[in-house]
């Protein structure tokens, strides 16, 4: 059996904690490990430290922060195998995604390291002997909550964006996948980071982020999660007066317009949709096919996604592993039996895969109402829902028509639809003719519900930055 690490808390720099919750493999319900819960005196600690941290980080020259986090990005490429390994037992992605899934953090602390160089500020010409100075500074200490869906490349974007900016951070992984946020603090505390600047807690997700978002300490808070979540933090974040970035759901719809090869676009679709199992806040979910190619496209879907081979994430066949857990299974029975029921069809997959783990293969609906639960509730599993429109107006209106704002993609080679999708689709990413949502240089995130602030690009690193005017009139 592949290696799991024996889960620990980070507080100043030390591992702390003794064990209590179980960590599961959702391919077989095995118990793979187990995660100590931060006490109050813990979160005190890690309060404190962060603060000793925080006054020691800012003051460390940017080139010198650059080359400690670039130190830690290397040793996480060393280390990769062995966390991809970890990654695929607690969340279930295929091995060779959660090795992606590492390097793609790799790549973000790098490009994070590098751009935490540039926070420059500027000089506002004024009056005669009068210098306005604009200073970008480290905003202070962030508070940082993140799931379970990206174990290490979600915690990554909030870790590297702090420490680029000079921040510390303390954050709280997910209990359900804290395997990917271990090994990524590791190699923090390994390549140098001062103690305290970057703390690691798990416990009760409420209990924590009621405690920790109301301390005068606490500057930023940035949580990648569910919109409910999300706007419980949002305002406990807003009563304190703490900014906030809120990586939130989305529900991406996909316009595929009438001048496209319906086969190959649909293969991109299919590939696209089993990323991760569809367990992805960008996953294309909405597919809004124009009348002329609709058929064929529906039709090409089905098949590939049927040829998708589901199994454990460490065979190496293994094409899309389980569900994360079983709230997920849960979620694709109700969505799959309500959009049947008011007459959507099933061209692939529909029902989970033997009783153990969470296995549920990559399913294609047709003819899928708007009315219907799925098309309004964000799947957030391997669920692909096919629309037939009649223009891009209307495609656009209903992409536009649900309260998240977070991905979107599109096909075409028309440069006029290019046009009338950049200007009228609403959200904070939208892809042309392929399904990538971002990369560690653009910036990410939403609007509408799907919240606000970004993550990644100079954007992301903005965030975690105040600036700080300076006039000065020479004597
Ligand atoms: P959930 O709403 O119970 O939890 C979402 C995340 O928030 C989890 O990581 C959880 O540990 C954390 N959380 C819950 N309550 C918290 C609190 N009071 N303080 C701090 N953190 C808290 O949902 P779930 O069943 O874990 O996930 C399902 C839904 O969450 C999905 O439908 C999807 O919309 C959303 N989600 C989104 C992303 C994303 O990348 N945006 C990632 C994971 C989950």
Redesign the pocket.
């Known amino acids: 059996m592949a290696a799991y690490p024996e889960l620990k808390l980070c507080i100043a720099g030390e591992w702390r904690g003794r064990s209590g919750q179980p960590v599961y493999n959702p391919f077989d319900d095995g118990v793979i490990g187990e995660l100590p819960h931060a006490t109050r005196q813990d979160l005190d600690d890690a309060l404190e430290a962060a603060e000793a941290g925080h006054r020691a980080w800012r003051r460390t020259a940017p080139a010198k922060r650059a080359q400690i986090m670039q130190r830690a990005a290397q040793l996480l490429r060393e280390r990769a195998d062995t966390i991809a390994e970890a990654i695929t037992l607690e969340q279930g992605k295929p091995l060779g995604q959660a090795k992606i899934e590492v390097l793609r953090a790799c790549d973000i602390i790098d490009w994070d390291a590098e751009e935490g160089r540039r926070a420059y500020g500027r000089v506002i010409p004024s009056e005669p002997g009068m210098r306005h100075i604009v200073l970008r500074e480290p905003i202070g200490i962030v508070a940082g ?6 174990p290490i490349s ?1 915690p990554t974007r909030k870790v590297a964006g702090a420490l680029a900016a000079g921040c510390a951070i303390i954050l ?1 992984a ?3 996948t804290p395997a990917g946020a271990y090994f990524l603090v590791q190699a923090f505390i390994d390549a140098g980071v001062p103690k305290g600047a970057l703390s690691l807690l798990f416990g009760v ?2 209990e ?3 405690y920790l978002i109301p301390q005068p300490g606490i500057r930023l808070v940035t ?7 999300g706007k ?2 949002a305002s406990l974040a807003g009563a304190y007066m703490k900014p906030a970035i809120m ?4 529900h991406a719809p996909v316009i595929v317009c009438g001048d496209v090869d319906p086969v190959s676009t649909a293969a991109t679709s299919a590939l696209g949709k089993s990323r991760n199992a569809g ?3 960008v996953s294309p979910t909405r597919f809004f096919v124009d009348d002329a190619i609709h058929d064929r496209f529906a039709s090409a879907f089905g098949e590939k996604a049927a040829g998708v081979k589901i199994g454990n994430g460490l065979a190496a066949d293994t094409q899309m592993g389980p569900l994360a ?1 079983p ?2 299974v849960e ?1 694709m029975e109700r969505l799959i039996a309500d959009a049947v029921s008011r007459g959507a069809k099933v061209l692939a997959g529909g029902a989970r895969v033997g009783n153990q783990g969470n296995l549920f293969p990559l399913t294609v609906l047709s003819d899928v109402p708007d009315d219907a639960l799925a098309m309004q509730e ?1 799947p ?1 599993g391997p669920l692909a829902l096919i629309s037939r429109t009649q223009s891009i107006g209307q495609a656009i209106e209903k992409a536009n028509s649900l309260p998240f704002g977070l991905a979107a993609y599109a096909f075409t080679n028309s440069a006029p639809n290019v046009e009338a999708l950049s200007d009228g689709v609403e959200v904070g990413n939208l892809s042309i003719n392929h399904l990538t949502a971002s990369i560690a240089e653009t910036p990410f995130g939403g609007v509408k519900d799907s919240g606000y602030g970004r993550e990644g690009g100079s954007e992301g690193l903005a965030c975690y930055t105040v600036t700080k005017n300076v006039s000065h009139l020479v004597a």
């Open positions: 909550f993140s799931p379970w869906n990206f979600s709280k997910s209990e359900e997700p409420g924590i982020s009621e949580f990648t999660g569910s919109v409910p979540v419980k933090l990586e939130l759901g989305g367990q992805v806040c857990n709230r997920r979620a964000e957030f």
